[in-house]
């Protein structure tokens, strides 16, 4: 589930078999929009910029969609993206851009329903096998994102100082912080 800037709306997925997508006005109680959305929704949010655009992601699932009188009406396919993988995570960044993680570890930057910017490695580690991530988290914060892995590697993503325009935006990896090794835990004990 997930609350709008002012926190007068709420979406909700309702389970992950048949899973249906609420979309309620809290000051009225009432709902504004449903869906069914089937098998493998796991995440929705609402836009900060336009508290009735909602973005799910889930199992073979991305979709921005846009409420419109009692239903929910698609914003179209996001053009430059397979939609057959496993989506993790997914985070609103600035005007209205999407950032979305997927079970391969890649990030990709979503901009009015293309794909921008695709961040493979995106805990820019070598491949020399000393430690294995798989991404299950995305933050934002007011200049980039940070991505969480599942044993505690962090990297941070900021924007381009370049991108004043207002138009495109581009993200350049600025650090990764490695947890500390089990034999240094255990030493500082």
């Known amino acids: 589930m997930a609350f709008g800037e002012d926190i007068r709306f709420l979406a909700i997925l309702t389970g992950y078999a048949d899973c249906q997508?609420?979309?309620l006005d809290t000051s009225r109680m009432r709902a504004m929009a449903t869906a069914?959305?089937?098998?493998?929704?796991?995440r929705v949010s609402i836009s900060p910029k336009d508290n009735h655009i909602v973005a799910v992601t889930g199992d073979k699932m991305l979709k921005i969609l846009r409420v419109h009188e009692t239903s929910f009406k698609s914003m179209g396919d996001v053009i430059n993206i397979n939609h057959a993988q496993k989506f993790i995570d997914h985070a609103w960044i600035e005007e209205g851009r999407l950032i979305v993680a997927n079970d391969q570890d890649t990030v990709y930057v979503i901009q009015q329903n293309q794909v921008?910017?695709?961040i493979d490695n995106c805990f820019n580690m070598n491949n020399d096998g000393d430690?294995?991530?798989s991404i299950t988290a995305l933050a934002v914060f007011e200049r980039g994102f940070i991505i969480g892995s599942d044993n505690g590697t962090l990297s941070v993503w900021t924007r381009d100082d370049d991108d004043d325009d207002g138009i495109s935006i581009h993200f350049t990896f600025l650090r990764t912080k490695k947890p500390p090794s089990i034999k240094n835990r255990i030493l500082t004990l």
């Open 21 to 23: 997508l609420i979309f």
């Open 36 to 42: 069914v959305l089937g098998v493998g929704a796991t």
């Open 116 to 118: 921008i910017q695709v």
């Open 131 to 133: 430690m294995s991530t």
